[in-house]
């Protein structure tokens, strides 16, 4: 079983305790590690840090838990950082929300204008975080679930030679959403998904061993002219037997745009928002299990439920315990093993991992029908990570205006204009207009 130092980056955060809850219930696999919590509270952090030790004393473990607001004393010497982290919050996250609609675009928190605004300030934050790894924990690898986890990946992986492993469990998620819209037994249907996080497609789909998409459209030409049902479901499936190709959900923005876009206009609040007025409740929960003697997270009264960031910990556990599970992941396209993509650009695949690293399964190239704006999106992906990294306004409008879902330049320099003033307090200088 590994023996590891782990910092967390992100440890106050809502997400935190299930983290760690997650952790505990693999806890033979890390017996013996060393947990460093790091974040910006230092009252949620001593949340997080005493619920963690006491599930861990009620599992008989040797896991050792401290907890830091010094993100550099908190790295040093580790083995591992995963991170989790939401630079400026959900307060900034509103932002990505609520500004693009006053300019007639979506905002949303990964894709879009948002995306790009949350890449800036995560990036930001990694480049620094690169910087300490550096000069304090030279053997340390990164396991990133940061959104836009994609473009965190690109920045890191083009600027710095400490290795990055990004995740998400979309590529798990969402194939049970076309197969319970078409009204099929989820576990049946079988896929490989590929292309850039968060849009990603099927490049081979079976259903108990036949062709899933030919099922698809038998059971859309069925169902399409009946109003019941889960809109979202119902456009997934939709979208899927068009294109021939199981989708990401977040393909219903590009594809839906103008519906999507008038649904979010009409909402009264965004998530962002709900979540906020939600949060408060989070830490009551959180607080009253770190005072019980056996803390049990409650799903109902915990950001996301009990088992968070389960992906990485998996990664984690076959990385340094040598098992070979097979898990998605976003790597570098080294060796163009997705055909269609540069080497240089960070692709989600699935493959397996062992103690010598993350080994991408051989890949079919994207259908044409669907290439294009995946390659389109991979492109905005570069142009992203770059402007993070060390660009200035200049370059992040032109990202902006790369990205698909915004109409035109003068859009995207008033969206980035308006945004990046209000984000000013998480943004580096050179960033500002």
Known sequence: MARIKIAYLGGGSTRAPGTMASFMHQGENFDGSEFVLIDLDPDRLEVVKTITEKMARAKGLDITVTATTDRREGVRDVDAVLSSFRPGGFEARALDERIPLKHGVIGQETQGPGGLMMSLRSVHVMRGLCEDLAAVAPRARIFNYTNPVNIVSQAVSENSGI?????????????????????????????????????????EATYDGEDAIALLRERWEQIKDTPAGDVHGRRALHLAVTMGSIPSDYFLYYYFREDRLRELRHAPTTRAEDILSEVPDYWAHYREQAASDAPRLDPARSRG???????????????????????????????????????????????????????????????????????ALAEYQILAARAGWDGGPDDAVRA???????????????????????QRAWLPERLLP
Not at 188 to 198: E, Y
Not at 400 to 411: G, K, W
């Open 305 to 375: 439920g009990i088992h968070e960031l389960e992906l990485a910990i998996d990664a984690m556990s076959a990385y340094y315990n040598d098992t070979g599970a097979r898990l998605p992941f976003n790597v570098p396209n080294t060796g163009a093993f997705l055909p269609g993509f540069d080497e240089s650009t960070v692709v989600e695949v699935w493959g397996t991992v062992d103690a010598k690293g993350f080994h991408p399964e051989e890949q079919s190239p994207l259908p044409h029908s669907v290439r294009g704006i995946t390659l």
């Open 163 to 203: 290795p990055i492993v990004s995740f998400c469990e979309g590529p798990m998620c969402f194939p049970p959403v076309i197969a319970r819209a078409a009204g099929l037994d989820p576990d049946l249907l079988v896929t490989k998904m590929a292309g850039v996080n968060h849009n990603c497609w099927s490049t």
């Open 400 to 422: 902006m205006a790369a990205n698909p879902l915004v109409p035109s330049l003068p859009v995207a320099e008033a969206l980035y204009a308006e945004m990046a003033v209000a």
